[in-house]
Every structure is written in structure tokens, then in C-alpha cells.
């Protein structure tokens, strides 16, 4: 056994067993370890076993006693497989809380497929994808976005779920399979012609999504989560909106409905089941308005004011967004009405406006001129959006 390390943060302590431990040195792990930490101020003790070649029945038995001995919890994280097997086979799983050592990929030179607010999407190869999050310690967020993926695949909707959590450098990723899949925006972007079919297919598939209820409680309200959205942003409204808002907000009726929260064509892949949602890691549940809104903040707010945005995020021109933003209103409601078309506009605008101007607020790299701009043209789109909606529903 080599050297035992440690590192501290917060209340947490982290232990880095390594090499060989077995009847030899076991004893000796035992007492410097319950040593050592006594003179610590931490709750909880983490075993990481990355480094760990092999462990005996002698140096199980020196966990254990750790375990009994320790007033705090304890818990084993990055089990090579065969450690794992280990500890499987021994019961120790059922002791402890055992985590596996990731798979460790590189995702240089791979093709990005798609941005989120919390990460990117790589293509791997012709039958993966892997989503890799921003923050290092996302761990927490991987693992709740597979769940929501999980409960919005047993409500009907059909959408990928992770087969595996690898590492990325310093990052964490969730890998998903996803044969010679492609996003209505890469069809869109290879195919500008067929706009016509492939934003009418987009509008009913999304139609669809928004017919799945999951049960009460399962999942989080999204108009919970755009009335935190304006609570961030009232800071750049002018006197009197934020309580119009507010009031408009709150007087939409809370629904079970599944709510992707992005609902852009990038997050949409056609496989050969039809098409299917990924990155699934704001989804809630609620009125359909608060996931429609996406058609307002991808096709029409951030190409606005940055003409280069529409060729640079989506890769489409702005003459192709346009179009879209023109056609979806009618696509997803199947009307032709324009006057009704224009009202639907008017709602789906004000709640895009509240989610675009908290998509900005969140980018520190925005701030300076166009995010000025950008500012001042969506408070200003919203108080003449405030003098004709009386209500958000539909």
C-alpha cells in the first residue's frame, strides 16, 4: 500500500487508498486512517479507490471496521471494475454507498451536435452521442437529468436515456446511444428546401410531447421555475411591468404536461423510431406556453440584434429563421386564423422575452454593447406586448 492521501473541502473528507492492501498492511491502513481522522473536523468520509490494485479479505475487514468505528458516513467512489466485483460479491455494496471509476473518452475533434445551458453535445461516432456538462462537479445534474429523461420516457415521450457516465478531462459527461441519428436542425441545415416539411414534423412532434401528463408531484413546475426566471430579471424592467408580468405568470393554470424547457430543433434527433428529445435536464411539467416559448427565443430573439448568431449557433441564415418563427405559430396550433395567429404570437412572445432576457442575464461573456441592445429591445417589445395580452392561456 502506498502513502495515504487526503483532501479536505468543507465538511467532507476524501481518503486515496492506493496500490495493494492486504493481510501485510491492512492493520496498519486501519489504525493510521481512524488516527488521522480523529484529528479532523469533517461529516462525511469518502474512500476513493481509483488507484487501489487489489484488496484481501484482511483488508476488507479494515473497511469494515472504519465503517463501525466512524461516527460519520462513508461512502467508496471509483471502484475499478474488478475492485468492484470485489466488493459486489463480499455484500459490501450493501454496506456502503459504491460508486464505479468512469470511463474516461476524449471528445477532441468530435463533431458538436448541439449547446444547452449546461452543456455541449458531441457526436462520438455514427451511433453515439455524448453530452458533456460545463461544471466540474456536475455529477448531481447528470444524474438528475437522467431521471427526468427516465420519467418523461414512462409519461410516452420519446427521448434517450444514458447508458453510461465517463469522465471528460476534468468534466463529466452522459453517453447516449443514438444510431446515425440527426437533428431537425442538421436536416434542416442540409436540407433547406424541405423547411416546409421539416418545421411542420418539428411543430407536431412537439404537439405530441406536449400531450404527456406525468403524476402530480413527479416533476417541477415551470411556472414556478419563469416566475424565478422574472424575479432575476426585474432588475431591467421599467416600473409597473414586473407585477403585470407577474400577475399574467401566475394566472396560467398549472398543468402535468411534459415541458422540455429548449424545445429548439437542436434538441430534437430523427432516428429511425421518429423523432426523439435529448438533453433533458430542464425538464418540468406545466402549461404547453412554457415550452413554446423556445420559438420566440431561438428563432427570432437571439438573431435579432447579432446577425451572424443565426449562421453561427443554428448554421442557418437569417432569411431560413425567419421562416421558421413565421411558420411555427400555425404549424403547432394547426390554424390558419391570423388573427388568432397573431394573439398566439403575442403570448408566446411575453413569456419568451422573460426566458431571453434570463438566458443573458446567466452569459457573463454577453455583457457590452449588443447586450445593451438587446435589453432594451426585448423591455421595450414587452411593454407593448403588455398593452394588448390579458392572458397567457390557451
Known amino acids: 500500500m502506498e502513502e495515504i492521501r487526503y483532501k479536505q473541502e468543507g465538511d467532507t473528507l476524501t481518503v486515496y487508498l492506493s496500490g495493494r492492501i492486504d493481510s501485510g498492511n491492512a492493520y496498519q491502513l486501519e489504525k493510521k486512517q481512524m488516527e488521522d481522522v480523529r484529528d479532523m473536523n469533517y461529516e462525511n468520509v469518502i ?14 475487514r479494515s473497511l469494515m471496521k472504519i465503517r463501525k468505528r466512524s461516527s460519520k458516513d462513508v461512502c467508496i467512489i471509483n471502484a475499478a471494475p474488478h475492485i468492484y466485483d470485489i466488493l459486489e460479491v463480499t455484500g459490501f455494496t450493501e454496506l456502503f454507498p459504491v460508486s464505479k471509476k468512469l470511463r474516461e473518452i476524449s471528445v477532441d475533434g468530435c463533431e458538436i451536435i448541439g449547446k444547452g445551458f449546461f452543456g455541449t453535445v458531441y457526436r462520438i461516432d455514427d451511433e453515439t452521442i455524448v453530452k458533456v456538462y460545463r461544471a466540474g462537479d456536475s455529477l448531481a445534474m447528470l444524474k438528475k ?15 434517450a436515456i444514458s447508458y453510461d457516465i465517463v469522465k471528460v478531462g476534468d468534466r463529466y459527461g452522459s453517453v447516449f446511444e443514438l444510431l446515425y441519428a440527426k437533428t431537425f436542425n442538421d436536416l434542416l441545415v442540409e436540407n433547406p428546401k424541405k423547411l416546409d416539411i421539416i418545421v411542420r414534423q418539428y411543430a407536431e412532434f412537439l404537439r405530441l410531447v406536449h400531450s404527456k401528463e406525468v403524476p402530480e408531484g413527479r416533476l417541477a413546475s415551470a411556472r414556478e421555475q419563469f416566475l424565478g426566471y ?4 426585474e432588475k431591467y424592467l421599467e416600473p409597473g411591468m414586473y407585477p403585470k408580468l407577474k400577475a399574467l405568470i401566475s394566472a396560467v393554470p398549472e398543468q402535468r404536461f411534459i415541458v422540455h424547457g429548449d424545445a429548439q430543433m437542436k434538441n430534437i434527433m430523427l432516428t429511425d423510431n421518429g423523432p426523439m428529445l435529448i438533453d433533458m435536464d430542464s425538464v418540468c411539467a406545466g402549461h404547453p406556453i412554457f415550452d413554446i416559448q423556445s420559438f420566440y427565443v431561438t428563432y427570432r430573439a437571439f438573431g435579432e440584434d447579432c446577425p451572424n448568431n443565426s449562421i453561427e449557433f443554428l448554421g442557418l441564415t437569417d432569411e431560413i429563421v425567419s421562416e421558421i418563427w413565421d411558420r411555427l405559430i400555425p404549424y403547432y396550433f394547426a390554424t390558419d386564423d391570423e388573427e388568432y395567429i397573431a394573439s398566439l404570437r403575442d403570448k408566446v412572445s411575453v413569456v419568451g422575452c422573460i426566458r431571453f432576457l434570463f438566458l443573458i442575464d446567466r452569459d457573463p461573456g454577453s455583457r457590452g454593447s449588443l447586450f445593451d441592445t438587446r435589453v432594451k429591445r426585448t423591455v421595450g417589445r414587452l411593454k407593448e406586448l403588455l398593452e394588448r395580452v390579458e392572458s397567457l392561456d390557451f
Request: glycine share 6%; aromatic share 4%; no cysteine.
Open 47 to 60: 474512500l476513493d479507490v481509483a488507484d487501489l490494485e487489489y484488496i484481501s479479505s484482511a483488508g476488507l
Open 230 to 233: 422574472l424575479d432575476i430579471v
Open 145 to 159: 437529468e437522467k431521471k427526468l429523461a427516465k420519467t418523461a420516457l414512462i409519461a410516452g415521450v420519446p427521448t
